[in-house]
Each structure stands twice: as structure tokens, then as C-alpha cells.
């Protein structure tokens, strides 16, 4: 299995696993131009794609699934409320054919293709947020994005991760003194807005186990964060219990716009 972000922010989030057989899409937030040039220059064949799995229905996640869904024939998996979101956001010009439309309940584990999809709930301002832990060839694969906190419920698939991507949003003295206004700072640092660089930390050195092997810093705010200030953060908060970043897991930062490499998960 291998991984690659094609974007991790409010510009517009997608992530891609794939095997030698198959290819699964985590949110759909880009053009679907600017995908394809990404998968050109990566020497990938979109064909290759099977599967596209949503966490929440905000338009930096969705704003290109119905484009891709029907452009590639590709059933798009979500809860229900998610889906009916997808249908009424405004920014999804083109919405998934009712044909490819698949629905499970957060909780629910099933198999789509050779991925194995254990499916968890994530406190977000959305009609529903869920995450994934995702199992093929051997390695499980998480994904927690958009959440206003790490649960008990969350924890244990941290702990099962191979490899995690994890959001760390914002720095909490830059979103203070930023220029928000108050009620967004209010919505972002809420139980159900966005994780802080200093709570992403709390929330790995509680749950991370000796299985794990590289952590990704995902969806940054570009006005509250940093890409080496989220790093640098995560890494002392870690270091204070212990926990070496570099030693004992690799530690990388998604960017906004910016393809990461492609990582295989061994």
C-alpha cells in the first residue's frame, strides 16, 4: 500500500491510497484538472481508482466527488447524513448518481475491495464527521481530520495506526491574536471545530504505540499555523512525555497545496 496528499487544508483537502491493484480516494476537495495533472506527473492512471471515502460533507472535502464519482464510475462511501449533506452543499455543482451512492452508520467496519474500512465518529461542525482506520497488505492506515477533540472512542484506532494522518490545525496564540473575529476563534477552538498543534500532541503521546511508524500533520490553517511552528510544537509536547519524533516515528507535515511524496507503507 501507498500514500499520497494531493492537498490538506481549506484550499481543499484529497488524499489517495493505493495497492498494485487498486486506488482509494479520502475526500475529494480539489479540481478534478488539477488531479488529473497530479496523476500525470506522478505516472499514476486515474483508472486505477476504485473507491472514494468521505469524512464530512464541508466543501473543501467534497467540492469535486460528484465530478469524480461520475466522470470515473466510482461509488462513494459516507453515513447517510453526510451524503444528504453532499446533496444540499451548494459548492458540489455536480452530485454523485444515486447509483454509486454507498451508506454505513459511523461505527461500522466493511470491505471495500481489498481495504478493510473501519469507520470511527469525530466531534466536527458538519452534519456528521467520521474517520478511518484502514487496513491492506498487512498495514493499518488512519485518518483523523477536522475534529474538535480526540475521544475515548478515537483513541484506541491511534493506537492501531501504522501510519496516521492527524490534524493539527492551529497554533493557539497566533488564532488568539489573529484577525478572526470572535466567534469563528470561539468555533474553531470548540469541542467540535478544529485540533490545535498543542492537543494533536496531547492526543499522540497518550494513544502512540511502538506499531506505529510515521505521523502526518494535516489540514493547517494558513492565517493560525505553520508548517515548521506545528512541527516544532507536536515534537516538544512529545518530548516532554518522553516520546522522540525521528527515533521512535517519523513526523511530516502535509502542506495546503503542495503534493506530498509518494510514501510506501511497509
Known sequence: MKFISFGSGSSGNCYYLFTKDEGLFIDVGI???TLKKHFFSYGLSLSRARHILITHDHAD?????????SDYQLPVYSTELIHQGIVSN?????????????QFS???TFQVGGFTVSTFPVPHDSRECVGYSIQADGVTFCIITDAGEITEQMEPYISSANYLVIESNYDEEML????????????????IGHLSNKACGEALA??????????WLCHLSEE??????????VESVLR???????????LDVLRRKIPSEVTELL
Not at 94 to 100: E, F, G, R, V, Y
Not at 240 to 250: E, H, K, L, Q, V
Open 206 to 215: 497518550k494513544s502512540v504505540t511502538p506499531s506505529l511508524r510515521q505521523v
Open 176 to 191: 488568539s491574536v489573529g484577525p478572526y473575529p470572535e466567534y469563528l476563534k470561539r468555533r474553531i477552538s470548540s469541542g
Open 106 to 108: 459511523a461505527g461500522e
Open 240 to 250: 516532554s512525555y518522553g516520546i522522540a519524533p525521528g527515533t521512535d516515528f517519523r
Open 61 to 69: 472535502h467534497v467540492k469535486s466527488v460528484g465530478s469524480m464519482s
Open 90 to 102: 451548494y459548492c458540489v455543482s455536480k452530485k454523485i448518481p444515486a447509483a454509486l451512492v454507498r
Open 31 to 33: 479540481g478534478v484538472r
Open 224 to 233: 493560525n499555523n505553520h508548517p515548521e511552528l506545528a512541527r516544532k510544537t
